[in-house]
């Protein structure tokens, strides 16, 4: 199973970016997705989550500091997952990983909990600054 994140840069605050997930090796729409960030300085704590989706795409959650300002969506054509990002602001620096589990066996449809996932890619950076 691979999960290959991209898009990630350096962007100015107020900016925009699109991240990708594109996921090899599994049955891509029988899987939750979730997007996570590990800030600078933060590599040895829990990956934050950011936002989680369910595996039709139909139900999705957003961490409080990003909503209205990500959207997470995903393809099940194209096995990639997408994280759009507008507003960016400092605090966002960080790096963004997508992560995937199978919700069977009384698994929720979605979750922001990391330790559920089964999957991690490999992150990619954003950085926010002027």
């Known amino acids: 199973v691979q999960l290959q994140a991209s898009g990630g840069g350096l962007v100015q605050p107020g900016g925009s970016l699109r991240l990708s997930c594109a996921a090899s090796g599994l049955a891509f729409d029988d899987y939750a997705l979730g997007w996570f960030r590990q800030a600078p300085g933060k590599e040895r704590e829990t990956p934050e989550g950011?936002?989680?989706?369910?595996?039709?795409?139909?139900?999705?959650y957003y961490e409080d500091s990003v909503k209205g300002r990500f959207r997470m969506s995903r393809d099940n054509e194209k096995n990639t997952a997408y994280l759009e990002m507008k507003d960016l602001k400092s605090e966002d620096t960080a790096v963004y990983y997508c992560a995937a589990f199978e919700p069977k066996g009384g698994r929720s449809a979605y979750s922001i909990d990391p330790s559920i996932y089964d999957y991690w890619g490999q992150g990619t950076q954003v950085t926010v600054s002027s």
């Open positions: 950011v936002s989680c989706m369910s595996k039709s795409g139909r139900s999705s």
